[in-house]
């Protein structure tokens, strides 16, 4: 999240997941199509994985944005639980030939390891049991903030409406989600300079 395309397009929006006892393909796996100015411009596919009380969620997206020139934008996220707690995730964001943004979170202990790109390392208590990897597959109902994985950080979340919600990221920048019948159904990613949407097919 240091580079200005990567505060644009955030690793949080693109996660993998399945459901069962053993891997299988849950109801809301799928694909979003990335919007610009209604032209669609790329990809993301989404689902989840369950083993016992491991859950691991992951994604892959590309595109291509035309922002001054074109970019060619691929990102990967994968974020782990065991029951209940997040133990580990990690995110790249790959922009044309070059690594743009990563970040890396494993649990030892009570305590988290984060290393954000280039060479931010910190230690940090991670408590929040909702990720932007969650709310792709359950409304947030009741919650006020939820653990970013791209930031490693908690980020205020705010119902707005029936379905309705904005999480705001670092640098104030808003994220606008938006569920039907407890599906999540449309992310708005609204900036500056870009405007994105991810619609669910």
């Not at 799928?30 to 859950?55: A, C, P, Q, S, Y």
Request: a negative charge.
């Amino acid at each position: 999240m240091r580079s200005a395309l990567a505060m644009r397009i955030p690793l949080s929006l693109f996660i993998l997941l399945q459901l069962g006892d053993g891997p299988n393909l849950s109801a809301q796996d799928g694909t979003f199509e990335i919007l610009k100015g209604g032209e669609v411009v790329g990809h993301i596919h989404v689902g989840r994985t369950i083993n016992g009380d491991r859950i691991s969620y992951t994604m892959t997206s590309n595109s291509e944005i035309d922002i001054i020139w074109t970019q060619h934008v691929r990102t990967s996220l994968a974020t782990e639980y065991v029951g209940e707690r997040v133990v580990h995730c990690c995110g790249t964001i790959h922009v044309n030939d070059g690594v743009r943004d990563s970040s890396h979170m494993r649990t030892v202990g009570e305590k988290a390891l984060c290393y954000i790109h280039p060479g931010e390392v910190f230690a940090a208590s991670v408590t929040n049991t909702w990720t932007t990897a969650r709310m792709y597959y359950e409304e947030p109902k009741g919650q006020d903030s939820i653990f970013v994985e791209s930031a490693l950080k908690e980020c205020p979340l705010v119902r707005t409406g029936e379905g309705l919600y904005d999480l705001t990221l670092p640098g104030n920048n808003v994220n606008h989600y938006i569920y039907r019948d407890g599906v999540l159904r449309e992310v708005r990613v609204d900036r500056t300079w870009l405007d994105l949407v991810f619609r669910r097919v």
